[in-house]
């Protein structure tokens, strides 16, 4: 799934979701990485995840 302009994302891979600044969603994968998700798609993450 795309998480912002540049970032295509394994949901798979994700570890945790967190909301960072400014009300932002971060993703964490298992191998430790983390990414910001851009507004847009954050909401497309939420509906999904429902």
Known sequence: MRI????ILNLQQVAN????SNARLVV?????RQYIVS???AK???????
């Open 17 to 20: 979701f967190a909301v960072g």
């Open 44 to 50: 497309q993450i939420k509906e999904w995840l429902k």
């Open 4 to 7: 912002n302009n540049t970032t």
């Open 39 to 41: 507004r847009y798609y």
């Open 28 to 32: 964490y994968t298992q191998s430790g």
